[in-house]
């Protein structure tokens, strides 16, 4: 395996530092580490941060590899900085059986891009009304933590009471969607201004709060850990702050186009900024990036929505809901975060890769950077800008919100356990 | 003008008044004993339908035929539509076909908007889901403005199922646009959440603001509506947001009662009213045709005169024609 040494690279944002990674960890890190027989990369002025990790990625293998698969998905994660992600269940079949889990879990380690971590379902066929097989997916070779109906929400309380109570015998997380489905029936877009000029439906911010708001009771009622997928309202966030300060073990996380985007995108129609849960106003967006910086809301993840081109080229309501964002996602996060004062880059990495990681329970990614630790290392340049083309995705879809923006920073390299998944921002 | 009529939020002031002094000057043409005028001879405008509308769809070629031009009507049903074809690849055949005009009706909102990105003649949307019907706010305009003269200052009461309206929305817009104060009526479940965004006056009480009208514009209730939980029963929506006989006989003298049609009579509008002489009901079918010729003369009539050199045109109308090529 070879060695190498990360010249100059600033840990976290930090000073410069050499690492030096050899077998699979990170042997020495400070100034001047011994190069000798390494091949040095130079990371001057580059942010050394520990590989990102998604609580929230559509991979859609098994059954829509049109729009993506496991080798395609892991890729982008890969460019985008990623060294774990985390599957989500809703494939065709619904990942709800150890036999589906394991397949991803197997694809994932083929690939080799980055850890699949598979997202198990939390009822049988994401049906809500039967709980799939929690302790066969937790036990199986994929060991499943967090459970998801995620597109749908654990709407019925009581299999969501039960779901949360199951799966505390192997310390699994329930991920909750949080959405009302009967005020949301035919829902289109965030329901305010916009919705009411445009004539399209509303998804009431009311339909996600009151959600979250039960079932942060119903983690306290039995002791269980709940994690609120895609926070994206003001009101949520107010929610699970009061649930924090209960001491209540609630966890949240907001994507990359919540932190950004605003539903005045949808005054053009295009579908491209379609998306469950909708983009919602300015002051939901500012409300997610304080609770970011303050820690309310626990980490950012992509939910990375792939789909076909013709799944957006068509009238909005047709239209499917989804982004795709692995390969925006840290750019995203230094605009929304960064460059705004929310967050250092020390803070970025607990948001990006050390919170999400203890939230999922994985070990060896989310670790500090230091002697000793696997090199899971992501480096970052912040000091470029460019304009988003999603042409150049390694992702095989390319319903980006972001194409034509100018955002800063690029992923120059990734490191998965010492080997390179990215170098010189190409696949490796 | 814009190349395009999407929304009546796109017509500033003068837009709106060529359109509606345009069409008074067409309107002559329909007191003519030939009502065929040359203007768009050798034009092709497509009247593409996904939506069930026989009369927005016979005014729309009816005012295409009177202008001369070839109109050619594209139904969904029984079409390859109907079969699955997306929008997109029915815009392409069109493209194809050489249409200079697309006349768009859909039960999705912002379908115009869509079509609009995929083919370079002019798309008029001609009602698209709970969004907008444009050409509905210019006919009413132009009804009111018959009966009433100027809309400045002019107090337009709609009332009825605003949340799903695209009536509503485009004359809200319009009438606004026009300078006429107007106030939406409904019960709170037929009001979107953001309505006080809106540049109109919002009530809840019909009785208090039918003394002040100088024109009520009835909605149709739609019957999926009934069964929704918007209101407890017909009878009920019915008394406290109909308009019989009673209240019409608390408007103000001179006003006038207007519904864009299909009506449920008994539900929303009495058949007293709506065959009361403040009723403009046929007269805004009439009007339709003459505002959807004046619509289409300007989108596609480059700058050739409406009519022909036979009646001139206002010298602000042939030089606002000029087309804004918007990408």
Not at chain 1, 66 to 91: C, F, I, K, P, R
């Amino acid at each position: 395996m070879t060695t190498y040494l990360l010249k100059g690279a600033r840990i976290l944002g930090g000073a410069p530092a050499d690492l030096l990674i050899r077998d699979g960890v990170i042997a020495e890190a400070g100034p001047g580490a011994d190069p000798a027989g390494a091949e040095v990369i130079d990371a001057d002025g580059l942010v050394a941060l520990p590989g990102l990790v998604d609580l929230h990625t559509h991979l859609r293998e098994p059954g829509r590899e049109d729009a993506e698969t496991v080798e395609s998905g892991t890729l982008a994660a890969a460019l985008g900085g990623y060294t774990a992600v985390h599957a989500m269940a809703n494939t065709e079949p619904v990942a709800d059986t150890a036999g589906v889990v394991e397949q991803v879990w197997r694809l994932g380690r083929e690939a080799g891009h980055c850890d699949v971590h598979p997202v198990g379902a939390v009822t049988r066929g994401i049906e809500g009304a039967q709980l799939a097989e929690l302790g066969a997916m937790a036990d199986s070779a994929a060991r499943v933590r967090v459970f998801s109906d995620d597109g749908h929400c654990v709407s019925d309380a009581v299999l969501m009471r039960r779901a949360l109570e199951y799966v505390k015998a192997f310390d699994g997380v329930i991920a909750q969607h949080a959405q009302e489905p009967r005020l949301t029936e035919g829902a289109q877009m965030n329901e305010g201004v916009m919705s009411a000029r445009l004539g399209l439906s509303g998804w009431p911010a009311v339909a996600e709060e009151a959600i979250i708001a039960r079932d942060c009771l119903l983690a306290a009622h039995v002791g269980s850990r709940l994690h609120v997928c895609h926070v994206s309202t003001a009101g949520s966030v107010e929610i699970i702050r009061w649930a924090k300060s209960k001491g209540w073990q609630v966890t949240a996380e907001v994507t990359p186009h919540h932190l950004l985007l605003t539903d005045d995108r949808a005054g053009t129609y295009d579908p491209i900024f379609k998306v469950n849960p909708p983009l919602r106003t300015g002051e939901d967006v500012t409300a997610l990036r304080e609770a970011l910086a303050d820690g309310t809301i626990d980490c950012v993840a992509t939910d990375h929505a792939p789909h076909p081109v013709e799944a957006k080229e068509t009238e909005w309501s047709a239209a499917s809901m989804g982004m795709i964002g692995l390969e925006t996602a840290l750019p995203v996060v230094q605009e929304a975060m960064v460059e705004t004062g929310l967050l250092d880059w020390a803070g970025v990495a607990d948001r990006m890769s050390v919170r999400p990681a203890r939230i999922g329970r994985i070990s060896g990614q989310g670790e500090a950077l230091t002697v000793g630790a696997a090199a899971n290392i992501t480096l970052y340049d912040p000091g470029v800008r460019a304009r988003v083309d999603p042409a150049g995705f390694a992702s095989k879809s390319r319903n980006s919100p972001f194409a034509g923006l100018d955002l800063p920073g690029r992923v120059v390299a990734t490191f998965l356990r010492g080997r390179p998944t990215v170098l010189d921002g190409k696949p490796a | 003008m814009k190349r395009h009529l999407l929304s009546a939020g796109d017509l500033g002031k003068d837009d709106a008044l060529l359109i509606l002094d345009t069409a008074e000057e067409l309107a002559q043409v329909a007191d003519r004993s030939i009502k065929k005028l040359p203007t768009l001879r050798g034009r092709t405008v497509v009247n593409l339908f996904f939506e069930d509308s026989t009369r927005t769809r016979i005014s729309f070629e009816a005012a295409a035929k009177r202008l001369s031009a070839d109109v050619i009507n594209f139904s969904a049903k029984g079409s390859s539509v109907s079969k699955g074809e997306s929008l997109k690849d029915t815009a392409l055949t069109l493209e194809a076909m050489g249409a200079d005009g697309v006349v768009v009706r859909h039960n999705a909102s912002g379908a115009p908007h869509r079509l609009a990105n995929w083919v370079h003649g002019s798309v008029v949307n001609a009602g698209d889901g709970t969004h907008e019907h444009p050409t509905q706010a210019l006919l009413d305009a132009f009804s009111m403005r018959r009966r009433l003269g100027n809309l400045e200052g002019r107090r337009v009461s709609i009332v009825g199922d605003i949340l799903h309206s695209r009536v509503a929305r485009s004359n809200v817009l319009l009438l606004h646009t026009l300078g006429a104060e107007v106030t939406v009526v409904a019960p709170p479940t037929l009001m979107p959440v953001a309505v006080d965004a809106w540049p109109c006056e919002v009530s809840y009480d019909l009785d208090a603001v039918i003394p002040k009208s100088d024109v009520v514009m009835m909605l149709r209730v739609q019957r999926e509506r009934m069964n929704a939980a918007y209101f407890p029963t017909v009878r009920e929506y019915s008394r406290r947001y109909g308009l019989n006989g009673d209240r019409m006989g608390r408007m103000p003298e001179d006003s006038i009662v207007m519904h864009p049609g299909p009506m449920n009579r008994g539900i929303e509008i009495a058949a007293e009213v709506a065959d009361s002489q403040r009723s403009t009901i046929v007269e805004q079918v009439a009007n339709g045709v003459t505002v959807r010729m004046a619509v289409l003369y300007l989108l596609l009539g480059g700058s050739e005169s409406a009519l022909g050199g036979a009646v001139p045109v206002p010298a602000t109308a042939s030089a606002a024609v000029s087309m804004e090529r918007d990408a």
